[in-house]
């Protein structure tokens, strides 16, 4: 189709669509011809239409797909079938493979040049299908698609000639990590995790490359791979910005470390871990913005928030969070916190490690090699004169023995324990040793919470499932046995292709009634108490996913990845 065919197709949908009125576009094709331009232009500039609506329009009128850049993760094998620079002088960018496709994203004016088809079809040996993209976040997605190669080459030309062996002296090693080219490269490995929302770095040594990963939404992608050479290089480098020690590479260290990103101070913390093919680095990615959340914020159902609000707002007790690691429940405790604390009141933390730092609140670092353990923090802490603590974990008997105390002597205490569900943390602190008697005193409610993904909002399908699979999964039907609009991940460009973008917590909210204290006394089983607790209105963790996916913002495949009870 050529030029003006398809600016006139366009306009034609715009106005059958409702886009743009008669008027608007006799005004702006009288301008067009005036200043001999195109009549869309024109309609862009006077405000007419919105440019992603004008894009989208004009790739339905070529037959085309229209993809959003912004937030869009490129496949790395196919961004590599075509040269940086080709890539650069001619503003377009390969995106992924898709049925033995390589898709392009191309500018508008670019779309009926069958010339420059021709040309990436021969350079990267694929057959070619265009996708519209706006010009500007091409030109800005290939310089970040293509600056990660480029930094690599630089860093793999001034490395091979003499890379450092795995035995190398401290004194290559420091050399080698002081390397610009590494230090640009580890830069980037980080700016591109924060930028993907990631929230760890995988840095993996394996037998002939370095692979790097990002868990992003709960989830591990892989982001790079590059040449076993530079891998000690970009290994030591992470450990001297973490102030880890870079000759010892034979146990395992922890670090940390802060940078600056687009005006922002992003913590991390870095752990090494020695394995066949080298050292292993993880980074936890630590953006302070989580530390401001509200608990509005965290996706609690109205039930489920107001049984929490009754208890974080008494002034005395204790309040538990418990799941697995990385289930969100540092970041249910700090909102708590943002809640409670004001200038009237005292807050003291003991956390190991703290992960984030929180203003008008006293945080206290464990640090065993000093003596200075959870628990004889915690006596410090209770001769400080604290209305409410947070202790990072409760971890052992003594800890959980001086938290149980604090509760009952007027503190409000915040802890986090490993269990499978609120019911189990009664008999876990039973375990620890604390008499069954003062766990049914201090406690007064437990959060058991997952953390699962939400459906992207802008290509989530509606579908009606069959009742043998609701059935199967136990899903709740309506009374009248009615089956309801659900919603599954499809995928675009907005989320990576996964269908899903952002995460959203699960909760299980059990208040401790004097019922739940009475078989706490009695050593009841778990299966007991958790009985109790349904009966006193307690919602599962399975009950709320379903809820949450009966609401369209999850899918009941993502709840039954979360969710194992």
């Given amino acids: 189709m050529t030029a003006p065919a398809l600016a006139g197709e366009t306009t034609r949908i715009l106005l059958d669509h409702g886009l743009i009125t008669e008027d ?3 005004r702006a094709t009288e301008q067009a011809e005036h200043e001999h331009r195109p009549v869309v232009e024109v309609l862009l500039d006077q405000g007419c239409v919105d440019r992603a609506d004008l894009l989208r329009t004009t790739a339905a009128a070529a037959g085309l797909g229209y993809v959003d850049l912004t937030d869009y993760t490129v496949e790395g094998s196919a961004a590599a079938l075509l040269p940086p620079d080709y890539a650069h002088r001619c503003a377009v960018l390969p995106l992924r493979r898709e049925d033995g496709e390589l898709l392009v994203a191309v500018s508008v004016r670019q779309v009926g040049n069958i010339e420059l088809k021709d040309d990436l079809s021969r350079i990267t040996r694929s057959p070619i299908r265009f996708v519209i993209a706006n010009r500007s976040d091409i030109v800005t997605k290939i310089g970040q698609v293509y600056r990660a190669e480029g930094e690599l080459q630089d860093l793999t030309s001034g490395l091979a000639t003499d890379e450092v062996s795995q035995e190398g002296s401290l004194a290559d090693l420091t050399e080698v990590s002081d390397e610009a080219p590494v230090v640009r490269f580890v830069n980037l490995l980080i700016d591109q995790a924060i930028n993907d929302r990631a929230s760890d770095i995988h840095i993996e040594p394996a037998e002939s490359e370095l692979r790097v990963r990002y868990r992003i939404d709960g989830v591990l992608v892989d982001a790079h791979r590059s040449p076993k050479n530079i891998q000690n290089g970009v290994i030591s480098r992470l450990k001297i910005m973490a102030e880890m020690n870079i000759a010892e590479r034979r146990v395992p260290q922890d670090g940390r470390m802060s940078i600056n990103h687009r005006g922002r101070r992003i913590d991390l913390r870095v752990a090494s871990l020695p394995t066949v093919w080298g050292e292993k680095i993880v980074a936890r990615i630590l953006d302070n913005s989580n530390t401001r ?3 509005e914020d965290l996706g609690f159902s109205r039930g489920n928030f107001e049984r929490y609000q009754a208890s974080y707002s008494k002034p005395y007790g204790m309040l538990l969070a418990t799941g697995p690691t990385g289930s969100g429940k540092s970041t249910t405790l700090y909102a708590t916190l943002n809640q409670l604390s004001r200038p009237e ?3 003291i933390t003991v956390e190991d ?6 203003p008008g609140i006293n945080q206290v670092q464990v640090n065993q090699k000093a003596g200075l353990t959870f628990a004889s923090a915690l006596r410090s802490i209770l001769r400080s004169d604290p209305d409410i603590v947070l202790i990072g974990e409760i971890r052992d008997h003594e800890t959980a023995q001086i938290a149980v105390e604090a509760a009952l002597t007027g503190h409000l205490v915040l802890s986090t324990l490993h269990t499978n569900d609120a019911p189990s943390a009664v008999t876990r602190l039973v375990e620890m040793g604390i008499e069954p008697f003062l766990v ?6 437990v959060v058991a919470q997952r ?3 939400t459906l992207c909002p802008h290509c989530k399908e509606g579908y009606r499932p069959e009742p043998a699979e609701l059935a199967r999964v136990g899903f709740p039907l309506a009374e009248d046995g009615t089956i309801p609009t659900l919603f599954r991940p499809v995928g675009c460009a907005r989320c990576a292709r996964t ?6 917590a699960l909760h299980e909210v059990m208040t401790v009634s004097e019922e739940i204290a009475s078989l706490a006394v009695a050593r009841a089983s778990t299966d007991a108490i958790a009985r109790a607790a349904y009966d006193g209105g307690m919602v599962g963790l399975k009950q709320d996913g379903w809820a949450k996916v009966a609401e369209g913002r999850t899918s009941i495949e993502e709840v039954l990845r979360v969710v194992v009870i």
């Fill in 345 to 347: 009141v005292n807050v």
């Fill in 440 to 445: 049914g005193s201090a406690m007064d409610a």
């Fill in 353 to 358: 490690p703290v992960e984030y730092r929180l």
């Fill in 293 to 295: 959340l509200g608990l």
């Fill in 499 to 504: 269908g899903y973008r952002g995460r959203m």
């Fill in 451 to 453: 953390l699962c993904r």
């Fill in 24 to 26: 608007e576009l006799g």
